[in-house]
């Protein structure tokens, strides 16, 4: 096995020597795997697990790590994101906090890092559960590479990406494109059809392209840079339901790296992202829905999201006294938000939002390490600054008699205006220590405090769909989640066989959820829920046979609310196990692998805001999702190779519920719905590189 560095801490680590869990996914991994995008990968790593990962709105981090989940409605990652290093967590639309993970295409993806649990303070202080950064392809050792791939697929799925790369002196350069075409996406939920007939499934469109660079200074030093850009059009004009939604994504990096003397280097971080959505016409077509059982002629909503920019700089020294590595550093981050929701095709403006956030950080990291024994304290100085303004708190009923709807009609419009400002602040310490026990097993320990205050969407919103109500500025508290864990890991038969045990408890204090109001019916708010979680890790990988790997991983996880109206109840979407077993053989020029993902009960809450019930669970059951590729390699001549690979995902065809709610139609005979993930999907692939 090659050799593999984690560029999460401060200074680039062997994995092997990582105080905490780690696990790397490669280029290769990804090449003969059937993964298609980030969220694909995600499935095959223990603790994990993002069930979102198909269709128009597979960017949308609905993820949870350890127990720690992503809200009542999957709004909320417990995770921060980095591209090449740079933080690209932020808040966008209805979603509190996202970081679009389809702006880079697979083949572009040199590695995916997944660090676990109380990390390093280096990264941002809203790594609840964890840190995962994608880095992109950056060194080539040819003046000029590339790559092409074509896919077609069941569910009119096309794929079409391609990039070239290369270098020049000490310059190296990538440049990629990339066009998606797919209705693998399934927009119906169990028995709304009895309710309102055929929904209707769409589209999806999605172009991606953008290109990086990075120079070799000659004091042994890098200048990196990157430019990345998404569209992605939703078309399902033939829904009853959903609307047509177009959504668009830049991201800009530039980073510095190097040495100032001979045990001091530094490294500086500058990005900027912006992101916009807007939904061009009402739900529906104009159609009333009964989506408010009380009110029968109740008009769906439409938003303009955004634009939503983040700005971000950060700088860090890394100094070096023997083998021990003192590492200080400051960072910013500002982030303003706005959006817009309109009703009866954009003639009623029912409300709006503008938000801005101040992050002023400073962080103290050590490694220090004694024979065997290595020890990584760290402590973080966060302080946050929100400002907010947002129609209301007065409404009033607008009548709206359009055209494809019933007379009666009408639209509650906030009116009036809201404004605000709050300051937080934490001190965050963390600990991890490793204990070479040997040359082949390492024990460690880890524990730590991470916190995150409210952002302006949080504090400063309403709820479009329903009556409104208010989270202002005093109502919220800011998220602490405190963590432990203790393992273990090995390798044996000259890394012919790993096995990883990891076992895990977190208190969370306060998770802001957007979340049904108990006390006010048809009213959904942010607040304030606490929850514990604790679990078993498992991953164990071996060489069966000559390019023949065996490997498993899983996850044993409870987790549950503490206090509250929720008291007692189970988080939603969080399986109680979780099993990804796999067989992958390589040899010559041919690759194979097949992957089956065992996911374990899981409980889904009840939607209390319809008809005023209180909240309830009902228990989904497992699932197995079976996923396989087989890819074939054939050389034309030294410089170009083709390639072909037929791969599937979901070949049991199962239908599973994505989103952690449902509610229960009394009116219709106690019909629950909730959204429905792809079924089977069959995929071509056809290429070459040179």
């Given at each position: 096995?090659?050799?593999?560095?984690?560029?999460?801490?401060?200074?680039?680590?062997?994995?092997?020597?990582?105080?905490?869990?780690?696990?790397?996914?490669?280029?290769?991994?990804?090449?003969?795997?059937?993964?298609?995008?980030?969220?694909?990968?995600?499935?095959?790593?223990?603790?994990?697990?993002?069930?979102?990962?198909?269709?128009?709105?597979?960017?949308?981090?609905?993820m949870t790590i350890r127990g720690l989940?992503?809200?009542?409605?999957?709004?909320?990652?417990?995770?921060?994101?980095?591209?090449?290093?740079?933080?690209?967590?932020?808040?966008?639309?209805?979603?509190?906090?996202?970081?679009?993970?389809?702006?880079?295409?697979?083949?572009?993806?040199?590695?995916?890092?997944?660090?676990?649990?109380?990390?390093?303070?280096?990264?941002?202080?809203?790594?609840?559960?964890?840190?995962?950064?994608?880095?992109?392809?950056q060194r080539f050792d040819k003046e000029?590479?590339?790559?092409?791939?074509?896919?077609?697929?069941?569910?009119?799925?096309?794929?079409?990406?391609?990039?070239?790369?290369?270098?020049?002196?000490?310059?190296?350069?990538?440049?990629?494109?990339?066009?998606?075409?797919?209705?693998?996406?399934?927009?119906?939920?169990?028995?709304?059809?009895?309710?309102?007939?055929?929904?209707?499934?769409?589209?999806?469109?999605?172009?991606?392209?953008?290109?990086?660079?990075?120079?070799?200074?000659?004091?042994?030093?890098?200048?990196?840079?990157?430019?990345?850009?998404?569209?992605?059009?939703?078309?399902?004009?033939?829904?009853?339901?959903?609307?047509?939604?177009?959504?668009?994504?830049?991201?800009?990096?530039?980073?510095?790296?190097?040495?100032?003397?001979?045990?001091?280097?530094?490294?500086?971080?500058?990005?900027?992202?912006?992101?916009?959505?807007?939904?061009?016409?009402?739900?529906?077509?104009?159609?009333?829905?009964?989506?408010?059982?009380?009110?029968?002629?109740?008009?769906?909503?439409?938003?303009?999201?955004?634009?939503?920019?983040?700005?971000?700089?950060?700088?860090?020294?890394?100094?070096?006294?023997?083998?021990?590595?003192?590492?200080?550093?400051?960072?910013?981050?500002?982030?303003?938000?706005?959006?817009?929701?309109?009703?009866?095709?954009?003639?009623?403006?029912?409300?709006?939002?503008?938000?801005?956030?101040?992050?002023?950080?400073?962080?103290?990291?050590?490694?220090?390490?004694?024979?065997?024994?290595?020890?990584?304290?760290?402590?973080?100085?966060?302080?946050?600054?929100?400002?907010?303004?947002?129609?209301?708190?007065?409404?009033?009923?607008?009548?709206?008699?359009?055209?494809?709807?019933?007379?009666?009609?009408?639209?509650?419009?906030?009116?009036?205006?809201?404004?605000?400002?709050?300051?937080?602040?934490?001190?965050?310490?963390?600990?991890?220590?490793?204990?070479?026990?040997?040359?082949?097993?390492?024990?460690?320990?880890?524990?730590?405090?991470?916190?995150?205050?409210?952002?302006?969407?949080?504090?400063?919103?309403?709820?479009?769909?329903?009556?409104?109500?208010?989270?202002?500025?005093?109502?919220?508290?800011?998220?602490?989640?405190?963590?432990?864990?203790?393992?273990?890991?090995?390798?044996?038969?000259?890394?012919?066989?790993?096995?990883?045990?990891?076992?895990?408890?977190?208190?969370?204090?306060?998770?802001?959820?957007?979340?049904?109001?108990?006390?006010?019916?048809?009213?959904?708010?942010?607040?304030?829920?606490?929850?514990?979680?604790?679990?078993?890790?498992?991953?164990?990988?071996?060489?069966?046979?000559?390019?023949?790997?065996?490997?498993?991983?899983?996850?044993?996880?409870?987790?549950e609310y503490d206090g509250g109206s929720?008291?007692?109840?189970?988080?939603?979407?969080?399986?109680?196990?979780?099993?990804?077993?796999?067989?992958?053989?390589?040899?010559?020029?041919?690759?194979?692998?097949?992957?089956?993902?065992?996911?374990?009960?899981?409980?889904?809450?009840?939607?209390?805001?319809?008809?005023?019930?209180?909240?309830?669970?009902?228990?989904?059951?497992?699932?197995?999702?079976?996923?396989?590729?087989?890819?074939?390699?054939?050389?034309?001549?030294?410089?170009?190779?083709?390639?072909?690979?037929?791969?599937?995902?979901?070949?049991?065809?199962?239908?599973?519920?994505?989103?952690?709610?449902?509610?229960?139609?009394?009116?219709?005979?106690?019909?629950?719905?909730?959204?429905?993930?792809?079924?089977?999907?069959?995929?071509?692939?056809?290429?070459?590189?040179?």
């Open positions: 096995m090659e050799e593999m560095t984690v560029t999460t801490s401060p200074t680039d680590t062997k994995v092997e020597d990582m105080p905490v869990r780690t696990v790397v996914m490669t280029a290769q991994d990804i090449q003969d795997g059937a993964y298609r995008n980030a969220f694909d990968v995600f499935q095959s790593i223990e603790g994990l697990y993002a069930p979102l990962g198909e269709g128009a709105k597979q960017s949308f981090p609905t989940g992503s809200g009542y409605f999957g709004r909320n990652t417990p995770v921060i994101f980095l591209l090449n290093g740079h933080n690209i967590t932020g808040t966008w639309g209805a979603y509190f906090s996202f970081a679009d993970l389809q702006l880079i295409p697979a083949s572009v993806i040199e590695r995916v890092e997944v660090v676990k649990g109380p990390y390093s303070s280096i990264y941002g202080s809203g790594a609840l559960g964890g840190v995962i950064n994608i880095v992109t392809k000029i590479s590339g790559h092409f791939e074509a896919s077609v697929g069941s569910e009119s799925f096309g794929n079409y990406e391609g990039y070239l790369g290369g270098n020049y002196k000490n310059f190296n350069w990538i440049a990629w494109g990339d066009y998606y075409q797919g209705d693998d996406r399934k927009y119906y939920r169990q028995d709304w059809q009895e309710v309102y007939g055929e929904l209707g499934e769409g589209t999806t469109d999605m172009n991606k392209f953008g290109g990086s660079g990075q120079l070799d200074l000659p004091n042994g030093g890098i200048i990196q840079f990157l430019v990345a850009h998404e569209e992605r059009d939703k078309t399902l004009s033939e829904s009853r339901f959903y609307g047509d939604e177009h959504f668009k994504t830049t991201v800009y990096q530039l980073k510095y790296e190097g040495p100032l003397t001979k045990n001091l280097a530094t490294k500086v971080y500058f990005n900027y992202n912006e992101s916009e959505d807007w939904e061009p016409g009402d739900w529906g077509n104009g159609v009333s829905i009964p989506m408010r059982l009380d009110d029968p002629h109740y008009i769906a909503s439409v938003g303009d999201y955004g634009p939503s920019k983040v700005w971000g700089a950060k700088a860090l020294v890394n100094w070096k006294i023997g083998q021990h590595v003192i590492t200080p550093g400051v960072e910013w981050r500002r982030q303003t938000t706005e959006y817009k929701t309109w009703a009866g095709n954009r003639e009623i403006l029912k409300g709006w939002h503008d938000g801005e956030q101040d992050i002023y950080s400073a962080f103290l990291e050590g490694q220090f390490v004694w024979g065997r024994f290595e020890l990584t304290p760290s402590l973080r100085f966060d302080y946050w600054r929100t400002k907010g303004d947002v129609s209301g708190p007065d409404s009033e009923v607008v009548p709206w008699d359009g055209p494809g709807t019933a007379a009666g009609n009408s639209v509650t419009v906030l009116t009036g205006s809201m404004s605000g400002s709050t300051n937080e602040s934490s001190l965050d310490p963390k600990i991890r220590a490793a204990y070479f026990l040997n040359q082949n097993v390492k024990l460690r320990a880890a524990a730590g405090q991470t916190f995150r205050a409210p952002t302006a969407l949080e504090l400063y919103n309403y709820d479009y769909s329903t009556v409104q109500d208010y989270a202002a500025s005093g109502d919220l508290d800011p998220e602490r989640v405190t963590s432990f864990e203790v393992g273990a890991d090995t390798e044996w038969l000259n890394n012919r066989l790993l096995v990883s045990g990891t076992v895990f408890y977190s208190i969370a204090k306060d998770r802001i959820e957007y979340a049904p109001d108990p006390e006010k019916q048809n009213t959904k708010r942010f607040q304030n829920l606490d929850s514990n979680a604790y679990g078993l890790e498992l991953a164990f990988r071996a060489l069966l046979h000559q390019g023949l790997w065996f490997s498993t991983a899983a996850a044993f996880t409870n987790s929720f008291d007692g109840l189970d988080v939603p979407l969080i399986p109680n196990y979780k099993i990804y077993t796999a067989l992958d053989y390589r040899y010559r020029r041919f690759s194979a692998h097949v992957g089956a993902d065992f996911i374990g009960e899981r409980t889904i809450l009840n939607d209390p805001t319809v008809e005023g019930l209180a909240p309830t669970t009902v228990k989904d059951d497992g699932y197995v999702l079976v996923d396989a590729a087989l890819r074939y390699d054939y050389p034309i001549n030294q410089r170009l190779t083709a390639f072909v690979k037929l791969w599937g995902k979901n070949l049991l065809d199962q239908d599973y519920m994505v989103d952690g709610f449902f509610v229960y139609l009394e009116p219709y005979g106690g019909a629950n719905f909730a959204p429905i993930a792809q079924g089977r999907t069959v995929y071509l692939t056809v290429g070459f590189d040179f």
